[in-house]
């Protein structure tokens, strides 16, 4: 199970770090998507779609609660629970989508804790054994 914990910190890791700092970089930018998110109906489904695909992928291969890789674990249930979220109440998502964009601050500190844990996981798969 050690080698599916290092893999998942790697992929998961490098992941959020990109994404995190591209958004980081480019907020003015990724609040037009937000926004243009918000209001799509399609996109917001096939938001739930992918994060239920992605928690059900990790938590089916990775079901782990010791030791550090209890984090992706974690990640993969909040990933099934949020894709569930989307599916059955895409309305309550936008609303979220939406207060994002009123609230940039909330966004950018959701953005630098996802960064540390991507760093941390960057940590863990590469160097900590």
Request: hydrophobic share 60%.
């Amino acid at each position: 199970m050690l080698a599916t914990s290092l893999f998942l910190a790697k992929l998961l890791g490098l992941y959020g770090v990109i994404v995190t700092v591209g958004v980081l970089l480019n907020q003015k930018s990724y609040q037009k998507v937000i926004e243009d998110l918000s209001k799509n109906p399609a996109l917001v489904y096939l938001a739930g779609i992918f994060a239920l695909f992605f928690g059900l992928l990790i938590i089916l291969s990775h079901n782990v609660w010791a030791g550090w890789p209890v984090i992706i674990t974690v990640m993969g249930w909040l990933g099934l629970i949020k894709g569930i979220w989307i599916i059955v109440f895409p309305g309550s998502f936008a609303k979220v989508l939406a207060y994002h964009i009123k609230n940039p601050a909330v966004l950018t500190l959701r953005l630098y804790v996802f960064l540390f844990l991507s760093v941390a996981l960057i940590v863990l798969g590469f160097w900590v054994r």
